[in-house]
């Protein structure tokens, strides 16, 4: 009997040492990591899940919601744990205020893009569509986008900075949620009250003995990682943020997305409140950017920008009822409504990602809803063969 508790003690022992061992090992070299295990890791250790520390380039603003700040130079940027790029920054002209991902303005313009992150691209610059279309069509694109913005600062863009160039071609990005950053924009500038359902649903403690694990121990929190594909212990800081659902798709399953995020969820819904009042001001402001742009003779063309949850519809349905997915749906079709009401010229991206995506390309991040560079050569060129067909 003693000699089986023996064993059974040393046994023990030898699995807390090896479990001490890993735990010592894995802090030193697991925030090192990329993707899902450094995040894991660097949240138990540094409380945070980003390699390096950064300052975002985009600041409140209360013309646009937010905008770019000028005079950056290969600045890190993060639009989430495990995406990053370097974003350089331009004023258009002395004075103007606000910084834009374009060179200094010394040639002809044929075309300027306004927009909001997905116009940015999350992306390095040689890998955003902007850039991507103006060298296949070989024409010079300014890039006017900015992020975090709806389309009441897009008009006001257009306004003080495209109008003067009087560019033959404005192409004007729409994403689901410009409607809500329409209304957030009101609501910092004090024009309306605050939706009833404009709070966010408040997220779930997690006090249990898991939780506490996986804040406190690198070793439990990479191997639920691991087995979740992704970290379970976002904070509640950042819930909105979060993404709530794995899916894998592609040929042996090879390429992982992340879906279903609280923020979408809510930003892209057009049953709230919130995103009703935003789809009003939008109204208005693309009537009154269709009209300013006629009036130097140029063309408008609004390209809208699905979701990844609608593009990879079949595969997000094993984690998201189709209820959830039409929710998200309902901001591009509202807009597909703006379009036919106010004679827009509309081109839908989803006609451009749904056939590689259904041929199993990765077109938008792991754990962000932006364009990937495959995802963005995929826009740019669809774009440069529609505008070469002279559509």
């Known amino acids: 009997m003693k000699r089986i508790v023996s064993l059974i003690l040393t046994f023990a022992l030898m699995i807390a040492l090896s479990a001490a061992l890993g735990e010592g090992l894995l802090r030193l070299i697991g925030p090192r990591l990329g993707g899902p295990l450094g995040v894991a890791a660097r949240y138990v250790t540094t409380g945070q899940p980003y390699a390096e520390a950064w300052t975002p380039a985009w600041t409140t603003n209360r013309d646009h919601y937010y905008a770019l700040r000028p005079g950056l130079v290969d600045a890190l940027q993060y639009g989430s744990p495990t995406v990053q790029f370097r974003l350089t920054t331009n004023e258009l002209w002395e004075g103007g205020g606000i910084g834009f991902r374009t060179r200094p303005i010394d040639f002809f313009v044929d075309a300027v893009v306004v927009g909001d992150s997905f116009g940015l ?3 390095e610059q040689a890998d955003c569509w902007v850039d991507l279309l103006g060298a296949a069509l070989g024409q ?11 389309s009441r600062s897009h008009l006001k863009i257009l306004q003080d900075f495209g109008a003067p160039l009087r560019p033959p071609l404005v192409i004007w990005q729409f994403f689901g949620n410009d409607f809500n950053d329409d209304y957030g924009l009101a609501l910092l500038r004090g024009e309306v009250e605050r939706a009833a359902d404009a709070e966010p649903a408040a997220p779930t403690s997690d006090d249990d003995l898991r939780g506490w694990l996986r804040r406190h121990s690198v070793l439990y929190a990479m191997i639920e990682t691991t087995l979740a594909g992704r970290y379970l212990g976002t904070p509640a800081s950042e819930a909105l943020f979060a993404k ?6 592609g040929a042996q399953n090879q390429h992982v ?6 923020y979408e ?8 409140a919130e995103n009703q009042q935003g789809l009003a001001m939008s109204r208005e402001a693309f009537r009154e950017a269709a009209a300013l742009v006629e009036s130097w003779g140029g063309r408008l063309v609004v390209v809208l920008i699905p979701t990844r949850e609608e593009v990879y519809r079949e595969v997000v349905e094993a984690v998201l009822a189709p ?4 929710r998200l749906t309902s ?9 036919a009401e106010l004679a827009l010229t509309c081109w839908d991206a989803y006609d451009a990602l749904r056939p590689p995506a259904l041929a199993g390309e990765a077109l938008y991040f792991v754990d962000d809803m932006h364009l990937n560079p ?5 826009l740019a060129a669809w774009l440069a063969g529609l505008l070469a067909e002279g559509q």
Do not use: K, Y
Not at 257 to 262: A, N, S
Not at 265 to 271: E, I, N, P, V
């Open 257 to 262: 997305m992340q879906v279903g995020g609280l």
């Open 323 to 326: 209820s959830e997915i039409d």
């Open 140 to 150: 010079n694109v300014v890039n006017l986008a900015q992020p975090v913005t709806g």
């Open 244 to 249: 709530p659902h794995t899916v894998r798709f």
């Open 374 to 378: 495959n995802g963005n050569r995929a």
């Open 265 to 272: 969820r809510q930003a892209l819904d057009m049953s709230r």
């Open 331 to 339: 901001a591009r079709l509202a807009m597909q409504e703006l379009c």
């Open 121 to 123: 691209c999350f992306t």
